[in-house]
């Protein structure tokens, strides 16, 4: 006959208590990247204008949003393009996509990355989003490109690694 002790029901319980709040990151990593790629998709997918601080900040992990927000101002005191003169998320300037696929993998309780795949105007498309948690939110952390020019990263393109 077996008979549980109360060390094993506590020890139960704090797996699964552990088993839960992994499966709870990865849900919530998974939801703020498909909050992103379906703003891209169909006719009306008109994806995401970093056009303020608060748009880059929210997407953004903060030294990287720096690096951006710093680019466009500056760019906008020369009267001319930014560094990022495509959109990161699609790798592109323009985009017709219907439907994507995010792959999670998990690099422990605070980060993340996605891989994201879709096709655009009927080329496939592959981009990364290495993820890190701040403050219970998560942030980009960088940005891979697969197929592309080099650099193929987003800290790459600003001359951070």
Do not use: C
Not at 104 to 124: H, L
Not at 152 to 160: K, Q
Request: proline fraction near 3%.
């Amino acid at each position: 006959m077996f008979v549980l002790k109360r060390r094993d029901i506590v020890l139960a319980l704090a797996w699964g208590a552990l088993a839960a709040r992994a499966i709870a990151a990865d849900a919530s990593a998974r939801a703020f990247v498909a909050a992103i790629y379906d703003a891209y998709v169909g006719k009306n997918g008109n994806g995401i204008a970093m056009d303020s601080d608060q748009k880059v900040q929210h997407y953004f992990e903060p030294s990287l949003a720096a690096l951006i927000l710093r680019d466009q101002k500056e760019a906008e005191r020369r009267k001319e393009v930014g560094t990022l003169d495509f959109d990161p998320f699609v790798d592109a300037q323009d985009w017709d996509i219907a439907a994507f696929n995010i792959v999670m993998n998990e690099k422990g309780s605070d980060r993340a990355s996605a891989t994201v795949q879709f096709n655009n105007f009927g080329k496939p498309q592959t981009i990364v989003l290495d993820l890190v948690k701040i403050k219970n939110e998560w942030k980009i952390n960088d940005i891979t490109w697969t197929p592309h020019e080099n650099p193929n990263t987003l800290r790459t393109l600003y001359g951070h690694s």
